[in-house]
């Protein structure tokens, strides 16, 4: 069975990836900070792609975008 499962690598989370996500949900640095639970700096950092967001960034940005909540928006 697990045979018929087909693994194929993960997608790329980078810095450019991490900003077309940000400007998508019409979000400034400060909004995308407060929403991810993270500084802006971090952001920023990130978005020069040095280093690129850990993968907890990644699903968090793609559970952003599907409508979930972040605890800091909600409240």
């Given at each position: 069975m697990t045979d018929a499962i087909k693994k194929e690598p993960l997608p790329v989370f980078?810095?450019?990836a991490l900003n077309s996500w940000r400007q998508r949900m019409g979000w400034s640095v400060s909004d995308a900070a407060e929403a991810l639970g993270c500084h802006r700096d971090s952001i920023k950092h990130?978005?020069?792609d040095a280093p690129s967001p850990p993968r907890y960034i990644d699903l968090a940005?793609?559970?952003l975008a599907l409508g979930m909540?972040?605890?800091?928006?909600?409240?």
């Open positions: 980078d810095g450019t990130w978005e020069s940005c793609q559970a909540t972040s605890r800091a928006r909600a409240e």
